[in-house]
């Protein structure tokens, strides 16, 4: 929890964008490979926005007309006639918001793995710099606002405002110069929801940014658990959510003030267009300047042209958070890649696996160099080992040979082949990895190490595992090799989920093998027990191995030193002890620091 | 979200009867609130009859023939008035009504907003929180995090709705109904048993409709989930991803499951889609029988034009009551799920508390005892650890060394009492710890943990966390000690920088310092430490080093290690596997033993070659 209260967030801007036609059109554009449930949707929407008021008039004419008349014959037909109405419109809007929930649907699908595909060739750079929570968030909320703009807003908002033509139209039949009295309180309701909704909307987002402070809040005690208990601090915390709490809920309490005057002054509103109505067209009918017939029509015309207004205020508002998500969403889709595959990339053809940098230069951010001309050979086979501090660059270095990145300048070739003009796809089919991150998918173990090779048979699979010594670590899971995984690898500990990326790497069979700090998350006897199917991996593959502890790079047949980007020394283990220099002096601490 | 539809109806039945006590607690403002709608419902009925009154006047005014408006309450004009004086009574009438209607809403709005906003929902929170707060962590490790906060935001609010939308809904929906269907009866009975002859088969929908869609959004919940799962895991393992070329293979699962969602959508479509037109044409049915039978009614002088008007505008509000009942069982259902959460948090067995008469030590000199000391995290779960015998002698150092699982953290978790064990004791300074004051015993036990959480607040109230009263001095003390003073007087605001989320304005060596200095506010007598060196970079771990020599001088200490740094420094090292120790003594015992911990030690040692290759340069030098 936050020690003290924070203040909420000023300077964020309340002003709502307005309707943007190029959003509203590029969402259009994906309704074009359903133009013919589209366009039968338009129809139905034309249709209702007539039918509605129809009904309603329908209503009005068999009590104003036959019912009035005192006809019982004319009135049985009035009502057979407004069943028969009613039941076709009922019919078309059957059809109208089925067809309008699936186009929304299809369209939102269709959005969904047009993002998907994007994010997925976008290349590592892009990931480095954007938070993948709101890149799941445009998946989810975005495109569920998309989604209600497409299946509710379009098409409700037609039909209200067709519902507002046709009532219109017909007063207007009916008796222009009454219509021209409901006219006069337009405007006013207009003015009155256009103040309602600046207020409310400013309270609503009062009260979100309070209720963010809330969770924030409360993320931070649920994290935070075992310090609270150990601490000893359950009394003070309380106190302290219990006043974001009590501040919250007078957020709340302001934005239900504000609604608690509209609503019922928006039903004020339209009593005092009954008592104008009363009045004006009483008078008038008993002057005979007006038939009884054209008030009773007014009467249920004019609440049916009212009840439209708050109706699309609502929708204009959900139209705008509609757009929102669509900008954001089209944002995304238009980020373009920092690099792509040159046109003219070839397949990689199988390795031996030497691989050569030569002045490489390389930044994450344009102006922050974090490599410096660093040349170096590995000779296929060859286990290379990067040591230095963190943020020396040797993580970089092994992202930049798995081209996951490339370089601002110099070259990196494999057998002597620039990587620039091979294609990712053929270069990352010899290459394996092993992090520090070990990411594992959910489901099964056996899936999990299969996605080295997808077409490995289960035998393949195991043998890998055995090939490793680590088969029997795997076969002691409940479910051995089918053992459930859950999100993120849950249910496995760190240890076990390291062997099972080990087993992937193994089964891929890479001629070029990363490990990137591989062991440093793992227990002390679990690193003991890995040590050979370390030294087993590594074998006849050309290696690169990131290490914070010295213990582990022995074996390595080059040690580059780094230093701020730069490397500083390069030998062999033996010849950098020998040598004096950096390396030795630090694993000269590195010992003292173990020998008490 | 693990309970689905198939919770037992008597688990609901036992949650009713929970969520109405809830209720009664609030029963005066209910009251209030009902007594609102009672008037706001009378008034709405007589403002209803008034345009009826209207078209009845007019229409008596131009055909002589024709019955008079049927005033309510008798309040006929005088005969004397013209019929344009009784319009503009009406008008005026209703213009009175209606103000009087809005102001009795605004004060029903009110007296509902502060019900709910200013007393169930945070009264409700408050309690969820304080207890959440002093559950055990099993809790916390069973539920995702973001379930754990749901249950005081979203679940709390599922519980108010219980009040809200139910309780109070659904009075004032049956109230609504009463009111009506007297109303129209009173006009005119047989007409109003012939427009409503249709609206049990209203009820009937709407209740089959509610029980086939919890299910289908049920499936449609879960199938959305996956989709998102599968990109989400897409994207987070992304360098996995690429770096195995799995991109199609990826963009395919995704596909699949997206498609699931689209074509299970279809099918919720095609019943939802006849929901509300089926709803709306019933109401159409009433009005025609209204119509029809009305009108030869009104032919036959039974009834008036007006009275006629008056009733369709009845049906239509009848009906749209009546539709507002599959709201309320909705909302019941959601409230049911959320109090099955919120309760089970307020139910949860606080698993430890302070014995009615703790036993007083003015102070702790630090004996720690393990004796036969057996723990599972429940009944039916294996035993995390199974007879542990340890005895740390005041002012020593135990490290403790095992496979992650092995119950390392769970044997520290014993001693400040996050969890008791199954069978046998533990004992400081020869007192059992279930026999101190819960407070007090945590009180004097320091604890830094493997990745420790530091707050968004300033360095002096994070070290000050345990002990929120002490003074600058005692921070610097604690500071100090844990060799955290130097950096923290070299930022620009010293003990006033604030930390960004995560401290990652720090780095990992700093923010290990900062959390033993935390743990030594109170200068505890013990010191429990979780593996305080594995998150950090190795640059920064010999300060973290330096910082835990000189915080453990002096108090007895356990340590949960995996580096051999650490482990050379502890007096006594027990290597924990399967919950049992399998091997003790000190390092040079344990070496001599060639078991595991010779194993693992020997891995991170550093070898005779290289020694005498540092040695020999030094000798050259």
New interface residues.
């Given amino acids: ?4 209260k ?1 203040k909420p967030r000023a300077g964020k801007d309340t002003q709502q964008p307005p309707l943007d036609f190029a959003v509203i059109r590029r969402v259009f554009a994906y309704t074009k490979s359903y133009a013919r449930l589209r366009n039968t949707l338009i129809l139905l929407v034309v249709t209702r926005s007539i039918q509605t008021p129809l ?1 309603i008039w329908a ?1 009005a004419a ?2 104003s007309g ?3 008349r ?3 014959h004319g ?2 037909l ?2 057979a006639g ?2 028969a109405l ?2 076709f419109t ?2 078309c ?3 109208r ?2 067809l309008a ?2 186009l929304g ?2 369209v939102v ?1 269709d959005l ?2 047009e993002i ?2 994007h ?3 976008l290349p ?1 750079s892009f ?1 480095k710099r954007t938070q ?1 929570g709101r ?2 968030g445009r ?2 909320a975005d495109v569920d606002a998309v989604r209600v703009g497409v299946q509710d807003v379009a098409f409700v908002s037609t039909v209200q405002g067709g519902n507002m033509l046709i009532s219109a139209l017909l007063m207007l039949y009916y008796d222009w110069k009454l219509f021209l009295v409901v006219l006069t309180m337009a405007p006013i309701l207009r003015l009155m929801i256009g103040h309602f909704r600046v207020k409310l909307s400013e309270a609503y987002r009062q009260q979100s940014e309070s ?1 963010s402070r ?2 924030a809040t ?17 009394d ?3 106190g302290l ?2 006043q974001l ?2 501040d ?2 007078k957020y ?2 302001s934005s ?2 504000h ?3 509209f ?3 928006l ?2 509103n339209g ?2 267009f ?3 109505l ?2 004006v067209g ?2 008038q ?2 002057g ?1 300047d007006v038939p ?1 017939k054209a ?2 029509q007014f ?1 249920f015309l004019s609440n049916a042209f009212f009840s439209a207004i708050p109706t699309i205020g609502n929708q204009y508002n959900q139209a705008l958070t509609a757009m929102a998500g669509a900008e954001r969403v089209f944002a995304l889709l238009d980020t373009t890649p920092d690099w792509k595959d040159a046109a003219d990339a070839i397949a990689l053809p199988p390795l031996d696996g030497k691989v050569e940098f030569r002045e490489v230069s390389f930044g994450y951010l344009p102006g922050k160099t974090v490599l410096h001309e660093v040349s170096f050979a590995a000779e296929p086979g060859m286990t290379v080992a990067l040591v230095g ?2 943020g020396s660059g040797k993580s970089s270095i092994v992202n930049l040979a ?1 081209k ?1 990145y490339l370089p601002n300048s110099g070259a990196i070739l494999l057998d002597g082949r620039d990587i620039r003009g091979v294609t ?2 053929s270069l ?2 010899q ?3 092993v ?1 520090q ?1 070990n ?4 489901g099964s173990v056996l899936e999990n190490i299969r ?2 090779r ?1 077409q490995a048979s289960d035998e393949e699979v195991r043998a890998a595992a055995a090939a490793l010594g680590v088969a029997d670590l795997i076969e002691d899971l409940p479910g051995g090799f089918r053992a459930a995984v859950g ?2 690898g849950s249910g496995l ?3 076990q989920r390291q062997v099972i990326c080990f087993a ?1 790497a193994m089964l ?1 069979d890479p001629r070029i093998l ?1 490990l990137d700090e591989a062991t440093s ?9 890995l ?1 050979g199917a370390l030294a087993k991996l590594l074998r006849g593959r050309t290696s690169f191995v990131v290490a ?5 790079i ?1 074996h390595a047949d080059l040690v580059l030193v780094l230093a701020h980007g730069r490397v500083v020394e390069r030998g062999s ?2 010849d950098l ?4 220099g950096r390396y ?1 002096s630090m ?5 003292s ?4 | 979200m693990s309970d689905g539809p198939s919770r037992s109806s008597r688990d609901s039945a036992r949650l009713l009867r929970r969520l109405l006590a809830l209720s009664w607690r609030y029963r005066r403002e209910c009251l209030t609130v009902f007594g609102f709608q009672v008037v706001l419902l009378a008034l709405g009925i007589w403002g209803l009859s008034f345009s009826g009154i209207a078209i009845d006047v007019v229409r008596a005014a131009l055909q002589p023939g024709t019955p008079g408006a049927r005033w309510p309450l008798g309040l006929a004009p005088p005969a004397s008035w013209s019929p344009r004086h009784e319009l503009l009574a009406i008008s005026a009438l209703v213009l009175v009504m209606a103000a009087t209607r809005a102001l009795l809403n605004y004060s029903y709005s009110i007296a509902v907003g502060k019900l709910i906003h200013l007393k169930l929902v945070p009264e409700l929170r408050t309690l969820v929180f304080d207890k959440l707060q002093r559950l055990s962590f099993r809790f916390f490790d069973e539920n995702a995090s973001g379930s754990i906060i749901n249950r005081v935001t979203g679940d709390v609010q599922s519980v108010r709705s219980f009040v809200d939308g139910v309780l109070l809904q659904g009075a004032i929906m049956i109230l609504s109904l009463v009111v009506y269907v007297t109303y129209m009866a009173h006009t005119h009975a047989l007409l109003t048993l012939a427009c409503l002859f249709l609206t049990p088969l209203l009820w009937f929908a709407t209740s089959i409709f509610a029980r086939w869609a919890r299910p289908a959004y049920a499936k449609n919940r879960e199938l959305v989930d996956e989709m998102v799962l599968a990109m989400s895991e897409g994207i987070h393992g992304i360098q996995v991803t690429k770096v195995f070329g799995r991109e199609a293979f990826e963009y395919e699962r995704f596909v699949e499951k997206n498609r699931a969602v689209r074509d299970q959508q279809r099918r919720i479509f095609i019943n939802v889609s006849r929901f509300s037109p089926a709803v709306q044409f019933m109401t159409e049915v009433n009005i025609a029988v209204l119509l029809f039978y009305g009108g030869w009614l009104v032919a036959h002088h039974a009834m008036t034009l007006g009275d006629l008007i008056v009733f369709a505008g009845l049906l239509q509000q009848f009906s749209s009551q009546v539709a507002s009942m599959a709201g309320i069982i909705n909302t019941l259902q959601q409230s049911l799920i959320g109090a099955h959460r919120v309760f089970e948090v307020l139910d949860a067995p606080l698993g430890v508390e302070t014995p009615a008469k703790p036993v007083a030590l003015g102070k702790i000199t630090g004996r720690i005892r393990f004796e036969r000391v057996s723990f599972r995290y429940s009944e039916h779960a294996p035993e995390a650890l199974y007879e542990v015998d340890l005895d740390v002698p005041a002012g020593r150092c135990v490290a403790i060394v095992g496979v992650t699982g092995a119950g390392k953290s769970t044997l520290l978790e014993l001693i400040p009492r996050f969890h008791d064990p199954s069978s046998g004791r533990v004992l400081i300074d020869g007192v059992d710890v279930r026999e101190f004051e819960l407070d007090f015993l945590r009180r004097n036990i320091g604890l830094v943990f493997q990745e420790s959480l530091l707050f968004k607040s300033s360095i002096a109230d994070n070290i000050a966390f345990g002990h929120p009263h002490a003074s600058r001095e005692q921070i610097e003390r604690a500071a100090k000690i844990a060799g955290a003073h130097s950096f923290i007087v070299s930022m620009e605001r010293g003990y006033d920088t604030v930390l960004e989320e995560g401290a990652v304005n720090l780095s990992g060596g700093q923010r290990q310092r900062l959390a033993i200095a935390r743990a030594l506010i109170l200068e505890p007598p013990i010191l429990l430490l979780d593996d305080p060196t594995t998150a950090i970079d190795p640059e920064t771990e010999h300060e973290v080093l330096e910082a835990m020599s000189s915080a453990t001088t002096g108090r007895t200490t356990l340590v949960v290690a995996n580096r051999l740094a650490t482990l050379r420094r502890a007096d006594h090292i027990v290597v924990l596997q399967g919950g049992e120790i399998v091997e003790r003594g000190t390092h040079e015992e344990l070496m001599r033993q060639r078991g595991l911990y010779y194993a693992a030690a020997a891995l991170q040692a550093a070898d005779p070659e290289s020694i005498a290759l540092l040695e020999g340069f030094r000798g050259t030098a």
């Fill in positions: 929890m936050s020690l003290d924070s009904v209503i068999v009590i036959p019912i009035a005192q006809d019982p009135t049985l009035g009502v407004f069943l009613a039941a009922e019919f809007f059957i059809y918001s089925r929930l699936r649907e299809a699908h969904r793995n998907y595909a994010l997925l060739a590592m990931f993948i890149l799941i998946v989810t209720f809330v969770t409360l993320a931070e005690s649920v994290n935070g658990i075992r310090e609270i208990q150990g601490f000893v601090r359950q003070v915390n309380g959510f219990g709490i009590y919250h809920s709340n309490m239900a003030r609604s608690a005057v609503l019922p002054l039903e004020f009593q005092l009954l008592a104008i009363l009045v009483g008078y009918a008993i005979h009884l008030l009773i009467l501090e963190t798995a996951l990712s796809e990352h089919k290459i394996g990895s992090t991150d990411f594992l998918f959910s996605l080295g997808p999100e993120k500990s760190l240890g992937r891929a990363i998350s793992v227990d002390a006897l679990t690193e003991a027990r040590q914070h502890r010295l213990s582990t022995r283990h033996r002890l020998a040598h004096g030795a694993y000269r601490q590195f010992v620091s173990i020998d008490v």
